[in-house]
């Protein structure tokens, strides 16, 4: 029996290749350069991500949009995945600058902190590259395990422990769901991949191909934390550390939404309006869920969590129009949502101190006072996540609606309206809460890392809300790849 080596591209698959060969020079000399009794610390390894990461994005920018594929068909490098590169690349590095302070006043030592991350973020890269639904679910588990361990990384922490434990087990579950989907989708069609599942469909949609849509479909609400997949969120959000927290709420986010959206673009597309209906109720479901369930938090990371499945909710209304504006939205939405999350996030970080994190509404008091510039980027943020003008929030929001009406979705436009108009209420709570008087914080803090990263991301935040339209053009050239 002859084997056929598959035709490799080194080039289209470099910015992957460099992430994983420092990672694993990390794992074995780690403890030589940058372990927990060296001078350095486990920054040195942080650093070093960096220096990859920076190296891995300059490539992927190199790569250029011709589509390139490679590995027998299962890896499409096309401009739609490098834009989703390209995003958790900037999720992986700027979670790590904010982690800088954090390591040291929560007496993080081990160098293994980095190193995870750099594999998790390949995986999150392989997600938006794969065509076939074997890459995708061996990208899924290159990224999902080593977020398991770095969720329990605060091993005397038990809210992390007991986070760690439940988002692996229900990661699993999720995992075996994804599979047997694509056993049936395999027995169905006779094949995986996507291209070929497209010309195989026709007109000949089999109930047990719909089944095993259904099973693939419901692996990747589990990682966007649609309703009803969505249990694990508030407490593996609540149990992780800050800079995971932040790495977690927009890296694996984008990435199973960059799956998730080449697997609807270029298969579900086929099977006519059966699947718009039940994703269109998973969007009205997730936003009220979702908003709802966020007015009674105290707990900033539970609300953030919970803020998070409204969003996802939001963008699955763009998604049931299906549309190549539709996907253009939703890829500019990720953007300003990972820039806007990462913003909240570093300012968490940045407020906490003496090894307590800063969680709740009362670990905010009284520092509107003291750091008024943090105050005003928070409320940028808070904005943008509201969708008020002038905020890339507001336009975001705005594309995604104008996608849904273009589609003929107005009832689902009216419904994501009223629950984006509901959600005012919990961000103008947060942020009242910063300027509650009563409360004298006004110790300095210095984490100029952290305090970057707010002030960077509130900047963007603005500029995309007045100037959307240059972001919004090369989220279109980059979506039109799918179609």
């Known amino acids: 029996m002859e084997i056929v080596m598959p035709d490799i591209q080194l080039l289209a698959l470099a910015p992957e290749i460099i992430l994983i060969i420092v990672a694993f020079l990390m794992l074995f000399f780690g403890p030589l350069v940058g372990g927990p009794n060296t001078k350095g610390g ?13 190296g891995a994005f300059l490539i992927n920018l190199y790569i250029g949009q011709d589509e390139i594929v490679t590995l027998g068909g299962m890896i499409v490098k096309d401009a739609f995945s490098l834009y989703f590169n390209a995003l958790v690349i900037i999720a992986a590095a700027f979670s790590i600058i904010i982690s800088f302070g954090y390591i ?7 160098g293994e902190f980095y190193l995870l991350i750099l594999f998790s973020t390949v995986g999150m890269m392989l997600m938006g590259s794969s065509a076939d639904l074997l890459s995708i679910f061996i990208a899924l588990e290159l990224m999902s395990i080593p977020i398991y361990v770095l969720v329990g990384f605060r091993k005397e922490n038990l809210r992390a422990r007991e986070a760690s434990f439940k988002y692996f087990i229900l990661g699993a579950i999720s995992s075996g769901i994804f599979v047997y989907g694509a056993a049936l989708v395999y027995g169905s069609l006779g094949t995986t991949n996507l291209t070929a599942m497209a010309e195989a469909l026709g007109s000949n949609i089999s109930p047990v191909f719909l089944l095993g849509s259904a099973f693939i479909i419901s692996g990747f609400l589990f990682k ?32 199973a939404f960059s799956a998730f959206l080449r697997f609807a673009v270029v298969d579900l597309a086929n099977t006519g309006d059966s699947w718009v209906l039940a994703i269109g109720f998973v969007a009205v479901a997730t936003m009220s869920l979702g908003n709802t369930a966020a007015l009674a938090q105290k707990n900033l990371k539970r609300l953030l969590a919970y803020s998070s499945i409204a969003h996802v909710g939001y963008i699955l209304v763009a998604l049931v129009a299906g549309s190549e504006y ?17 913003g909240i996030f570093s300012l968490l970080v940045y407020f906490s101190k003496d ?32 969708g008020i003008p002038p905020t890339g929030g507001f336009m975001g929001k705005l594309f995604l609606f104008i996608a849904a009406v273009k589609g003929g979705y107005v009832g689902l436009v009216i419904v994501a309206v009223i629950a984006s108009g509901v959600s005012v209420y919990y961000y ?26 707010v002030v960077l991301a509130a900047i963007i935040t603005l500029y995309l809300g007045v100037m959307p339209g240059h972001f919004m053009e090369l989220a279109r050239i980059c979506a039109a790849a799918l179609f």
Not at 331 to 342: D, E, H, K, P, Q
Not at 433 to 442: H, I, V, Y
């Open 42 to 54: 486990p920054k040195v390894g942080g650093i070093v991500s960096l220096v990859a990461l920076t």
């Open 104 to 110: 040291n006043r929560f007496g993080i030592k081990e």
């Open 224 to 255: 966007i934390s649609a309703v009803p997949f969505h249990m694990w969120t508030p407490d593996v959000y609540e149990g992780a550390n800050l800079p995971i927290t932040a790495y977690m709420s927009v890296g694996v986010k984008a990435a």
């Open 326 to 342: 539709g996907i253009s939205s939703i890829l500019f939405y990720l953007f300003i949502y990972i820039v806007v999350n990462l």
């Open 355 to 386: 090894g307590k994190e800063c969680e709740t509404m009362d670990d905010l008091a009284g520092f509107g006072y003291a750091h008024p510039l943090m105050a005003v980027c928070m409320g940028i943020f808070l904005f943008s996540l509201a």
């Open 428 to 453: 103008l709570k947060v942020m009242m809460a910063m300027f509650e008087k009563g409360k004298d914080k006004a110790q300095k803090i210095k984490n100029p890392a952290a305090a970057f990263v």
